[in-house]
């Protein structure tokens, strides 16, 4: 079950991404719709979206670019996930903001990228899913012959 290497590691960053983004969102968010809504943040909350966007969420995300770039061979499906190239997209805009903020310029907030968080947990979750049913059944099969 090689396919445990891609869909293991993205479904638990995914599942730790969700959990840490709410704890943060429901902490410092200035608003309870939006980061970046109708309310502006304060500086420390800017600061605290900048801290979180640096040393948590873009190395988490990172993360589950690093697995579909290194396992991307194991999708079953013939055709590169859209929400899969989404965050790709979303991680390497982000590195530019990263970057100008590093350089003292903090006008540029968030990714030019939206993360696709509805379409990456439909596709993660499902694939998961998927796969674990396939590790059942294999596993019942097995039992079955041996038994």
């Given at each position: 079950?090689?396919?445990?290497?891609?869909?293991?590691?993205?479904?638990?960053?995914?599942?730790?991404?969700?959990?840490?983004?709410?704890?943060?969102?429901?902490?410092?968010?200035?608003?309870?719709?939006?980061?970046?809504?109708?309310?502006?943040?304060?500086?420390?909350?800017?600061?605290?979206?900048?801290l979180w966007m640096t040393t948590v969420f873009t190395p988490m995300?990172?993360?589950?670019?690093?697995?579909?770039?290194?396992?991307?061979?194991?999708?079953?499906?013939?055709?590169?996930?859209?929400?899969?190239?989404?965050?790709?997209?979303?991680?390497?805009?982000?590195?530019?903001?990263?970057?100008?903020?590093?350089?003292?310029?903090?006008?540029?907030?968030?990714?030019?990228?939206?993360?696709?968080?509805?379409?990456?947990?439909?596709?993660?979750?499902?694939?998961?899913?998927?796969?674990?049913?396939?590790?059942?059944?294999?596993?019942?099969?097995?039992?079955?012959?041996?038994?």
């Amino acid at each position: 079950m090689l396919r445990c290497t891609l869909n293991g590691p993205l479904y638990a960053n995914l599942r730790a991404n969700g959990v840490t983004w709410r704890m943060f969102f429901n902490t410092c968010s200035p608003s309870p719709v939006a980061f970046w809504g109708d309310s502006d943040p304060s500086p420390e909350q800017k600061a605290a979206w900048r801290l979180w966007m640096t040393t948590v969420f873009t190395p988490m995300n990172a993360s589950m670019v690093e697995a579909f770039t290194k396992y991307g061979d194991l999708l079953e499906e013939t055709e590169m996930p859209e929400c899969l190239l989404v965050l790709v997209a979303h991680v390497a805009a982000y590195q530019a903001v990263i970057k100008s903020w590093q350089d003292g310029d903090l006008s540029d907030v968030k990714s030019l990228v939206a993360f696709p968080r509805v379409a990456l947990e439909s596709y993660v979750v499902g694939s998961f899913l998927r796969l674990k049913q396939r590790q059942a059944q294999l596993l019942g099969e097995s039992r079955r012959l041996l038994g």
